[in-house]
């Protein structure tokens, strides 16, 4: 059974950093790319972050440029978004994702998904 397993969430304060991580079990994404999203109550899922499967090409949100770095460890099968200058609007659950079958990495067309994780930014 495919899996991947978001943790590292939880309450910050504004300008604090987070780092999450993406754990893929049952099969290796080593040949795959991988992304963030995230999605706010009320809202949308959105695009975060995209790593290709070496981990040289790097692709983020305008949101987040400058403050977030994606990266992944494919001896460990393992993905991470480090968070930093965190801001309340940064509040959401986080979702890890895998294989995307659209050019379009910012779509939510990926074959794999996570179950998410909490992150919340107090002011």
């Known amino acids: 059974q495919v899996q991947l397993v978001e943790s590292g969430g939880g309450l910050v304060q504004a300008g604090g950093s987070l780092r999450l991580s993406c754990a893929a079990s049952?099969?290796?994404?080593?040949?795959?790319?991988m992304a963030w999203f995230r999605q706010a109550p009320g809202k949308e899922r959105e695009f975060v972050a995209f790593?290709?499967?070496?981990?040289?090409?790097?692709i983020y949100a305008d949101s987040v440029k400058g403050r977030f770095t994606i990266s992944r460890d494919n001896a460990k099968n393992t993905m991470y978004l480090q968070m930093t200058s965190l801001k309340p609007e940064d509040t959401a659950v986080y979702y890890c994702?895998?294989?995307?079958?659209?050019?379009?990495?910012?779509?939510?067309?990926?074959?794999?998904w996570g179950q998410g994780t909490q992150v919340t930014v107090s002011s």
């Open positions: 049952g099969r290796t994404f080593s040949s795959d790319a």
């Open positions: 994702a895998a294989d995307p079958k659209s050019h379009n990495i910012a779509t939510l067309l990926y074959d794999y």
């Open positions: 790593i290709n499967w070496s981990g040289g090409s790097t």
